[in-house]
């Protein structure tokens, strides 16, 4: 971190002044964990979707019918070159109206958001 984040400056520079001043004690650990949170309708896609980046050499799709139940979360280790491998937290949300109440409670400004779209439900000719 070359910077303190928005919640440590807006209290003002003693604020700062310690939070640079903590680094310098406790040190700096390397955080190698990304949240990647997957939204859409249900039947979008996305457990499929999440499938083929993890597993790209299996069958990705699949059945039509299931579902997931409320929020699933599975681990990619990407390997990156030269550098320690990132640890991708992979929430796969449930697409059902009735889910929409919990998906809030993991939301927030540091995570990777992919929001799925199945195209074929969506009429051409009425969206012109």
Known sequence: ITKPPSAVWCRGIASIRSFFQDMRESGIEKNVELRVLVLGLSEAGKTSLINGLI?????????????TVGIEQRTWVMDRIDNDPANLLIYDFAGQEEYYITHHLFLGSKALYILAFDLSKYDDEKSL
């Not at 597993?55 to 579902?67: I, W, Y």
């Open 55 to 67: 597993q790209p050499n299996k069958r990705a799709l699949t059945r039509v019918g299931d579902r």
